[in-house]
């Protein structure tokens, strides 16, 4: 259903420091970069934009609004968590199952920004 999602920043080289921090875990990369936006995907195909406002207006997160990115293990999911922490994210719920016993896993984190990403894993 989806073809990209696009976050909003107020610093793009500070931004694409952190997200080139927190995907590498995941086995995402940077895809392109341009004068206003950096892209990121797998396998050459960029899904995930980190970008200025195109209208010039101040940033702001989304206030309810959350993206999730997959990860491929459980140790990807705690490293993508560990990463956001170590370049200046904050934490907003800590890799573990959710619901107990669901076998779904959720690590949950701000960006420098304040956008909320989660990453998720269902092992096996």
Not at 98 to 107: I, K, L, T, V, W
């Amino acid at each position: 259903m989806l073809d990209y999602v696009m976050v909003g920043c107020t610093d793009l080289d500070r931004a694409a420091g952190f997200y080139d921090a927190i995907f590498a875990p995941l086995g995402y990369t940077r895809t392109e970069t341009g004068d206003s936006y950096v892209l990121y995907g797998a396998n050459g195909h960029g899904q995930f934009y980190v970008t200025k406002p195109y209208n010039g207006k101040p940033m702001t997160a989304g206030n309810g609004t959350m993206l999730t990115v997959k990860a491929g293990t459980l140790d990807a999911l705690a490293a993508f968590h560990a990463a956001a922490l170590a370049h200046g994210g904050t934490d907003e719920g800590k890799p573990g199952e959710r619901p107990a016993g669901s076998g779904s896993h959720y690590a949950y984190i701000r960006d420098l920004d304040g956008n909320k990403i989660c990453a998720s894993c269902t092992p096996g």
